[in-house]
Antibody
Framework: QVQLVESGGGVVQPGTSLRLSCAAS????????IHWVRQAPGKGLEWVAA????????YYADSVKGRFIISRDNSRNTVFLQMGLLTTEDTAIYYC??????????????????WGQGTTVTVSS | QSVLTQPPSASGTPGQRVTISCSGS????????IYWYQQFPGTAPKVLIY???QRPSGVPERFSGSKSGTSASLAISGLRSEDEAHYYC?????????????FGGGTKLTVL
């Protein structure tokens, strides 16, 4: 079945970096854009970043622009989120999510239809 | 402040019909598909409605979505105790210097 499994979360100090991974299975990974969405404790969902099917188009929330980098390896069915200059505001559960579409400007944009189970990132001194 | 506006809470009694609104603008809801997600405490969100009004297999017919102009709604008929959860609307937005995926602030549904 369609599945997304995140990994790489943990407890880190402010100012440091962390890389999250999301392994996909059960579908043709290279046909779908991928998002990262986070949820701080007791808060709502916050979109972080999205990546087009071929990795050409990258979209970031203002809150992470310049600090986070989203990338993918279609040969390994995996998407990554490299997070830098972490602050306590980045503490959250990070979800990987599949987009129905390609997230290419030449195509129509769709939206998230499948979610992973999440990985927890805690930034604390 | 979310780009999409949802009421923070909603409630109803078993059997009732409840609607949750999601208000946006020309740069998001009017031009893009709306998605609705259901989230129970401690679990990942799950898609409830996609492409404005489509229900994935396995989602009961009691859940329906609609959109008109810059607003969208999620309706739950025949409310059941197991519907008590958080509900989020989401769509793309073109106004923030490029396409951004945006969420509403979420609505906590309580079944009285």
């Amino acid at each position: 079945q369609v599945q997304l499994v995140e990994s790489g979360g943990g407890v880190v100090q402010p100012g440091t970096s962390l890389r999250l991974s999301c392994a996909a299975s059960g579908f043709t990974f290279s046909n779908f854009a991928i998002h990262w969405v986070r949820q701080a404790p007791g808060k709502g969902l916050e979109w972080v970043a999205a990546l087009s099917i071929d990795g050409t188009y990258k979209y970031y929330a203002d809150s992470v622009k310049g600090r986070f980098i989203i990338s993918r390896d279609n040969s390994r069915n995996t998407v990554f989120l490299q997070m830098g200059l972490l602050t306590t505001e980045d503490t959250a559960i990070y979800y990987c999510a599949r987009d129905e579409g390609a997230a290419m400007p030449t195509d129509y944009y769709f939206g998230v239809d499948v979610w992973g189970q999440g990985t927890t990132v805690t930034v604390s001194s | 402040q979310s780009v999409l506006t949802q009421p923070p809470s909603a409630s109803g009694t078993p059997g009732q019909r409840v609607t949750i609104s999601c208000s946006g603008s020309n740069s998001n809801i009017r031009n893009h598909y709306i998605y609705w997600y259901q989230q129970f405490p401690g679990t990942a969100p799950k898609v409830l409605i996609y492409r404005d009004s489509q229900r994935p297999s396995g989602v009961p017919e009691r859940f329906s979505g609609s959109k008109s102009g810059t607003s969208a709604s999620l309706a739950i008929s025949g409310l059941r105790s197991e519907d008590e959860a958080h509900y989020y609307c989401a769509t793309w937005d073109d106004s923030l210097g490029g396409p951004n995926w945006v969420f509403g602030g979420g609505t906590k549904l309580t079944v009285l």
